[in-house]
């Protein structure tokens, strides 16, 4: 990975204009779905997390969204409205509460995912799985900030 070494600032630039690019076309495939739901890219976030962390609870979200609690709480109560989300009281202690996607949560973040799915899958698709495997350590090093 020395060669590396040879990328300067603009490389770098491009990159990073490549990652917001990519970001902004996969969200804005979505648009549509969010707009029929009066929701935004904040509640797609939040559902994603949801789903993928069943029962996560309210300062985990916090924690993984990087948000105030006032960001989060208008998001899960417009949820609540669409009947997408609950909760349920932590057994041990219930100042906890965790949040589970109902079934409308469930179809809505199908729906989403669907969206979504086409433009990742084609690109996965047509990359060799070096390109794959390489793409997703990289990936996650920008996010984990550990190198």
């Known amino acids: 990975m020395k060669k590396l070494l040879y ?7 491009q990159y990073i204009e490549k990652i917001f690019m990519g970001y902004r076309e996969t969200v ?3 648009k549509k779905v969010l ?12 559902i994603h997390l949801i789903s ?12 993984k969204l990087k948000v105030t609690k006032q960001s989060l709480n208008r998001v899960l109560k417009d949820l ?3 009947n997408a989300i609950m909760y349920k009281k ?5 100042r906890i509460k965790h949040v589970f996607l109902t079934e409308n949560g469930i179809n809505l ?17 047509n990359s060799k799985s070096s390109e794959v495997l390489s793409f997703d350590k990289v990936l996650k090093k920008i996010i984990n900030g550990k190198f």
């Open 109 to 125: 973040f199908n729906e989403i995912f669907s969206t979504q799915k086409k433009r990742i899958y084609k690109a996965f698709v």
């Open 28 to 30: 804005s495939d979505v």
């Open 52 to 63: 993928l962390y069943r029962g996560i609870t309210i300062s985990e979200l916090l924690k």
């Open 7 to 13: 990328l300067k600032d603009e490389e770098l630039k």
């Open 35 to 46: 707009e029929k739901h009066s929701i935004g890219v904040a509640h797609n976030k939040a």
């Open 90 to 94: 932590n057994e041990k202690d219930t």
């Open 80 to 82: 609540i409205k669409l």
